[in-house]
């Protein structure tokens, strides 16, 4: 059985950061796309970033891009995501989510939330001063 766990959140000044951590395991298979998305109060589920587990390439939504870096540690079967220059509408509970097949060179064209296999429990960040 596939679990996420995230993990991470907290309340955070506008400018600063966090690290999030979805903890991974129960894959039976290395062929699957891994990655984050977010919620908004009153708003859609939008995807953040997401990374391939065939090949570790890794790809950003807009709201990520240029802040936002996706990692794993494989060895700890843990996925990262660091957050820099945080703002006010990064407020959010932020979701690990997993779909499984092949995305070697680029998971982007799939990371809608209706197209997610599993989902991990949400970790609530809030940018606040």
């Known amino acids: 059985e596939v679990q996420l766990q995230a993990s991470g959140g907290g309340l955070v000044q506008p400018g600063g950061s966090l690290r999030l951590s979805c903890a991974v395991s129960?894959?039976?298979?290395?062929?699957?796309?891994i990655g984050w998305f977010r919620q908004a109060p009153g708003k859609e589920r939008e995807g953040v970033s997401c990374?391939?587990?065939?090949?570790?390439?890794?790809d950003y939504l807009n709201v990520a891009k240029g802040r936002f870096t996706i990692s794993r540690d494989n060895a700890k079967k843990t996925l990262y995501l660091q957050m820099n220059s945080l703002k006010p509408e990064d407020t959010a509970v932020y979701y690990c989510?997993?779909?499984?097949?092949?995305?070697?060179?680029?998971?982007?064209?799939?990371?809608?939330?209706?197209?997610?296999?599993?989902w991990g429990k949400g970790t609530l960040v809030t940018v606040s001063s």
């Open positions: 990374l391939s587990s065939t090949d570790g390439s890794t």
């Open positions: 989510a997993a779909k499984l097949g092949d995305y070697s060179e680029s998971c982007y064209s799939i990371w809608y939330y209706y197209a997610m296999s599993y």
């Open positions: 129960g894959f039976t298979s290395d062929d699957y796309a």
